[in-house]
């Protein structure tokens, strides 16, 4: 996998979709290498937060900003009102590879989604509307915030580090 640097001086949607693909690459370096077993091991207390489960949140929440809210397509995502948790949840049969390639083909996805206008507003949440803008910086947030997660979660399974 190759990760790019952003530019240090370009628009607001070339900077923006640089530091996200940067930052997707970055959830790809820090699962690189990692044995099955390592994959899937809890290291924290709430056993919930797993380097492949980290995978696979971040391609729900692609598929939810991009997908559901942007393009307006119904939600896919295995979580449900009675199980919040289950797209952090590796189930049976499900291996890191599979994820990466699931969130790989996502974020492909989601690059084809975003309006090349990023003042786009779309309906959200009732009577609420949110910009294409605004849904690529969460994005950016939220992709950034998960591989700190993944910083942690590597050190603690073979004490792997490094940016």
């Known amino acids: 996998m190759t990760r790019t640097a952003p530019p240090l001086v370009a628009g607001e949607r070339a900077t923006s979709t640089a530091?996200?693909?940067?930052?997707?690459?970055?959830?790809?370096?820090?699962?690189?290498?990692?044995?099955?077993?390592?994959?899937?091991?809890?290291?924290?207390?709430?056993?919930?937060?797993?380097?492949?489960?980290?995978?696979k949140h971040v391609r729900w929440v692609e598929h939810h900003w991009f997908e559901v809210v942007l393009a307006g397509?119904?939600?896919?995502?295995?979580?449900?009102?009675?199980?919040?948790?289950?797209?952090?949840?590796?189930e049976e049969g499900e291996t890191l590879d599979q994820l990466?390639?699931?969130?790989?083909?996502?974020?492909?996805?989601?690059?084809?989604?975003?309006?090349?206008?990023?003042?786009?507003v779309v309906p959200f949440r009732g009577d609420r509307t949110v910009s294409a803008r605004w849904v690529l910086a969460h994005v950016v947030e939220e992709t950034a915030r998960h591989a700190g997660q993944l910083d942690i979660v590597r050190e603690l399974l073979d004490g792997t580090v490094g940016d």
């Open 19 to 55: 530091l996200l693909d940067y930052l997707r690459a970055t959830i790809e370096l820090k699962v690189d290498g990692l044995a099955e077993d390592d994959a899937t091991r809890a290291v924290l207390p709430s056993k919930l937060t797993t380097a492949a489960g980290v995978v």
């Open 73 to 90: 397509r119904e939600s896919r995502a295995p979580y449900t009102m009675e199980d919040p948790d289950a797209d952090w949840r590796v």
């Open 100 to 120: 990466l390639d699931e969130y790989r083909r996502q974020c492909e996805l989601s690059r084809e989604i975003l309006p090349a206008d990023l003042d786009q």
